[in-house]
Each structure stands twice: as C-alpha cells, then as structure tokens.
C-alpha cells in the first residue's frame, strides 16, 4: 500500500513536465482534464486522514462522507483556476500525509472492520478500493497522453 502510494506521487511528479495546454486538455470527450484528475485526489486523501483513519480501534461511528459530486466538482474548478504545480504540489502534500498516517496504523489494525454506512468493510479493502481508484484515473491520463503523443 505504502509503495503505491510513493509510486503514485513519483507519477504527479512527472506531471510538471506538461505543457499547460496537455494539463488541461481532457483526457477524452466529455471527461475531466489531468489538472482536474489531479486536483481531486486531495480532498478525498485528507478525507481519509481525518475522517477514516482516526477513527480505527474506537467504537465511534465514522463520519458521513462527503457528497461524491459536490467534492469533485469543487475540487475539479479549483484546480482549473490553479497554477499546475501549485495543484501537484498540494496532491503530493496530501498523499505525503496519507502515508505518515498510513505508517502509523499497527499491522493488526489492518484487518480491523470499518462501517461506513450500511456496509462493513476491513481497512486494507477499503485502501485497496482507494489505490484502485488512483490507478484507473492514473490509466485515463497514461492512455490520453500516449495517444496524442502517437499522434491519434
């Protein structure tokens, strides 16, 4: 999990080498633009570090999630309105955090069960469903880059 989470802030790193026109060009017709990829992951790191994470081993409820649309689209208009770096920089800020917390969770803990709404669900799926989401935009992007740098 850690890994993923260092590769994928390696990956955003190598975002900054984009021309401005890429960063904000979608991905694919009707689809988010890679800055607007990007700036949403941040919201949704600090969500865990702060409404998932510190919750493990109490038998307090967990906090509602916020409402998925409304997050995104805040998020997506920032990072169009932002400089490039300032957007990758505050991912990988984020993510930076999301691993010192994920670093500090004992090895017991990892198959602890998490209740959010009705279902329930151990720590290490509930990441493993986050680091897949990661990869699936993180394929949208890849595909959309070497497509236009193929030509097509």
């Given at each position: 999990?850690?890994?993923?989470?260092?590769?994928?802030?390696?990956?955003?790193?190598?975002?900054?080498?984009?021309?401005?026109e890429?960063?904000?060009?979608?991905v694919?017709?009707?689809?988010?633009?890679?800055?607007?990829?990007v700036?949403?992951?941040?919201?949704?790191?600090?969500?865990?570090?702060?409404?998932?994470?510190?919750?493990?081993?109490?038998?307090?409820?967990?906090?509602?999630?916020?409402?998925?649309?409304?997050?995104?689209?805040e998020?997506a208009?920032?990072?169009?309105t932002?400089?490039?770096?300032?957007?990758?920089?505050?991912?990988i800020?984020?993510?930076e955090?999301?691993?010192?917390?994920l670093?500090?969770?004992?090895?017991?803990?990892?198959?602890?069960?998490?209740?959010?709404?009705?279902?329930?669900?151990?720590l290490?799926?509930?990441l493993?469903?986050?680091?897949?989401?990661?990869?699936?935009?993180k394929r949208?992007?890849?595909?959309?880059?070497?497509?236009?740098?193929?030509?097509?």
């Open positions: 999990m850690l890994f993923h989470h260092q590769e994928f802030i390696r990956w955003a790193h190598s975002l900054n080498s984009l021309p401005k890429e960063w904000h060009r979608p694919e017709e009707g689809k988010w633009s890679i800055a607007e990829i700036g949403h992951f941040e919201p949704w790191d600090e969500f865990v570090v702060n409404k998932r994470l510190p919750f493990l081993g109490t038998k307090e409820p967990l906090p509602h999630a916020p409402y998925p649309q409304m997050l995104n689209d998020s208009s920032k990072a169009r932002s400089e490039q770096s300032v957007v990758i920089e505050r991912f800020l984020s993510r955090q999301l691993i010192e917390s670093e500090g969770i004992p090895p017991e803990s990892w198959e602890q069960t998490l209740k959010p709404g009705n279902k329930e669900i151990t290490i799926e509930y493993e469903g986050l680091a897949e989401h990661d990869l699936h935009h949208e992007v890849d595909r959309a880059l070497s497509k236009r740098n193929a030509g097509i």
